[in-house]
């Protein structure tokens, strides 16, 4: 992901946060990339469920739906 990003550039980005948003609120914004990173991932997979469902739910009904006319033509023959 990230190509040729050595010991010295992971120093100086480490150095250039901790100059930007201070010792104190270092902790807090850690946690919310955190957070961010959790929520999103969660997202994706609860779309991926939610995807999944709903093609269940269309094969189901497609299924009964298939069920019902095979009964209607079969009482008719009868």
């Not at 990230?2 to 946060?17: D, T, V």
């Not at 995807?51 to 033509?73: F, G, I």
């Amino acid at each position: 992901m990230f190509p040729n990003l050595g010991g010295q550039e992971l120093f100086i980005i480490l150095f250039l946060a901790l100059l930007i948003f201070g010792a104190k609120r270092l902790p807090e914004v850690g946690a919310g990339l955190g957070k961010g990173i959790r929520s999103f991932k969660e997202a994706i997979k609860g779309a991926d469920v939610k995807e999944d469902l709903e093609k269940l739910e269309n094969k189901k009904e497609e299924l009964t739906m298939s069920s019902q006319t095979t009964e209607k033509s079969s009482t008719k023959e009868a």
